[in-house]
C-alpha cells in the first residue's frame, strides 16, 4: 500500500522560500510512468496543480507557478520536494503531494497547511 506524507514548516514569512517534502512509502518515485505532483487548495478555493517530478526525474510545472518553483527528489530516501520562491500571503494554502500512474491520481498525502504571514 502506496502512502505519501507530506512535511514542512506550517508558517513561512512573505519573500521567503518555502520548502515541502513528501516521504512515499510502500512504493518507489522511480516506478515507471509514476508522476508525483505537487497541489494545493487555497481557503475558500479548488484545487490548483502546481507541477510534477516524473519517475525520470524530469520535471513539468504550471505556467502560472513556473518562474517560483523548483521540484527535486532524493531516490535513496524515496523522497521529492517542492521549493516555492518569493512567497505571499496568497500562497496560503493546503499543499498536497500525489501520486499519478495513468489518468487520475493514485495517491494522495493527507495535505500540511501551509500560511504565509508576517
Known amino acids: 500500500q502506496v502512502q505519501l506524507q507530506e512535511s514542512g514548516p506550517g508558517l513561512a514569512k512573505p519573500s521567503q522560500t518555502l520548502s515541502l517534502t513528501c516521504t512515499v512509502s510502500?512504493?518507489?518515485?522511480?516506478?515507471?510512468?509514476?508522476?508525483w505532483s505537487w497541489i494545493r487548495q487555497p481557503p475558500g478555493k479548488g484545487l490548483e496543480w502546481i507541477g510534477y517530478?516524473?519517475?525520470?526525474?524530469?520535471?513539468y510545472y504550471s505556467t502560472s507557478l513556473k518562474s517560483r518553483t523548483s521540484m527535486s527528489r532524493d531516490t535513496s530516501k524515496n523522497q521529492f520536494t517542492l521549493q516555492l520562491s518569493s512567497v505571499t500571503p496568497e500562497d496560503t494554502a493546503v499543499y498536497y503531494c500525489?501520486?499519478?500512474?495513468?489518468?487520475?491520481?493514485?495517491?494522495w498525502g493527507q495535505g500540511t497547511q501551509v500560511t504565509v504571514s508576517s
Open positions: 500525489a501520486g499519478a500512474g495513468g489518468l487520475g491520481y493514485d495517491y
Open positions: 510502500g512504493g518507489s518515485i522511480t516506478t515507471n510512468y509514476y508522476y
Open positions: 517530478i516524473a519517475y525520470s526525474g524530469s520535471t
